[in-house]
């Protein structure tokens, strides 16, 4: 009886486990409620002017009650040419023809400081608020689109770009 015991409450520690791992899993996965990131590589390391990566993500009605923050994720290699990077950003909401667009400025070193992003070995990663407690008033899908807007096509050592959404608190 003894025995059997020992072997149930190890099969229980090992069933519990799992479960843990599983959960640990599925968190590591899934985006928290309110929250969409995604990024895109670029091909060959460099961002070509008429290559111009589309994100849609869907606004539900209950999520047009909050307000969000947006960033755009810019990750690039230390041998990035300049400081800064000029991107359009053009969104188009559900139902609507219209498309509004806006240019920004991202600041990604200063001659003080260096690369502001983070940076591991020669890669570097930025998270640059672009708009903030943004609402969203009709449900659908929202499509962004990013366009570089540099002189130099294609612009190299642009590893990667994308946009995150998350509620604003």
Not at 12 to 41: Q, R
Not at 104 to 118: C, F, I, P, R, V
Not at 125 to 148: C, D
């Amino acid at each position: 009886m003894f025995y059997n015991d020992r072997i149930f409450v190890q099969m229980k520690n090992y069933a519990v486990f799992l479960l843990l791992a599983f959960t640990s899993h599925w968190m590591a996965c899934t985006p928290p409620e309110g929250m969409y990131e995604k990024d895109i590589s670029l091909p060959g390391e460099q961002w070509a002017g008429s290559f111009k990566p589309t994100f849609t993500f869907n606004i539900s009605d209950m999520d047009t009650a909050y307000r969000y923050n947006i960033f755009i994720v810019l990750r690039h290699a230390d041998a990035y040419n300049y400081n800064n990077i000029w991107i359009r950003g053009t969104i188009k909401q559900p139902g609507d023809a219209a498309v509004r667009s806006d240019r920004y400025d991202l600041q990604l070193a200063t001659n003080e400081k260096g690369w502001l992003g983070t940076g591991m070995e020669d890669i570097y990663e930025q998270r640059v608020l672009i708009q903030q407690s943004t609402k969203f008033n009709h449900p659908g899908a929202y499509s962004f689109t990013l366009e570089q807007v540099m002189r130099e096509d294609p612009l190299k050592h642009v590893l990667n770009v994308g946009v995150r959404i998350e509620r604003a608190p």
